[in-house]
């Protein structure tokens, strides 16, 4: 993190985070979303939190939102195009596992029917970005069907990472803290949407 900090009074903090995002399509396990967190919250410190007038040598919280949504919904369509050309190997891939077996059946079944919210869910949850990105390019799904959940996923998880290190730092006055309750914050609602994408799918009404 000591590195993390000395980049953020400078404009590679931008590019760091956008390769985060970008990447951790195909590696989960990178740590874009505390990295951001990061970032927002050195965009509170100091004097910027207690008059509302962000420094210079820290990042501009929009930008940094934009940049975050940007490369994730980036990220997302190189995954559902790699998933959507991958060919027969792939699909025998998905096929041997039952989690994106379902997961390609329920997205399949709720972009059909507008209810693409699947996949504003999935950004949040560990890995969730991916399983929906290559499933949904597996499927042959329409990239008009698929490309506007994704940019309001992209939004969506970029503006709460945001927020959390930006008005958590305000609110505790204290960055450390904020930053421990903010990733906190942020794992839980990974952990709430996880759940919530295992649950299995009502079943559809009889007309």
């Known amino acids: 993190m000591a590195r993390v900090g000395a ?17 951790d399509v195909f590696l989960p396990v990178l740590p874009s979303g505390v990295l951001i967190v990061t970032a927002a919250t050195a965009a509170a410190a100091g004097t910027g939190a207690a008059t509302g007038r962000v420094p210079q040598n820290v990042p501009d919280i929009l930008a940094l939102t934009l940049c975050a949504a940007t490369a994730s919904v ?5 995954a559902y195009r790699l998933a959507r050309h991958g060919g027969e190997r792939l699909d025998r891939a998905i096929s041997r596992s039952r989690r994106l077996s379902r ?4 997205l399949g079944t709720a972009l059909s ?16 970005r991916s399983v929906v990105s290559f499933s949904a390019g597996a499927a042959h799904r329409r990239v008009r069907e698929f490309l506007p959940w994704s940019a309001l996923a992209g939004l969506s998880w970029a503006t709460y990472s945001v927020a ?9 006055g204290t960055a450390w803290l904020a930053t421990c309750v903010s ?11 996880a759940y919530l994408m295992r649950r299995p799918p009502k079943p559809a009404e009889a007309p």
């Not at 980049?7 to 990447?23: F, K």
């Not at 959390?164 to 505790?172: A, D, I, K, P, S």
Request: net charge positive; aromatic share 12%; charged share 10%.
């Open 183 to 193: 990733v906190a914050a942020l794992f839980a609602a990974g952990a709430g949407a």
């Open 103 to 106: 997961a390609q059946e329920r």
């Open 164 to 172: 959390l290190g930006y008005f958590g730092t305000r609110w505790l």
């Open 113 to 128: 029917r507008g209810g693409g919210a699947l996949v504003v869910l999935a950004r949040f949850a560990p890995a969730g």
């Open 74 to 78: 980036l990220g997302d369509l190189v």
């Open 7 to 23: 980049l953020t009074g400078t404009p590679w903090i931008y590019v760091m985070v956008a390769a985060s995002v970008l990447l």
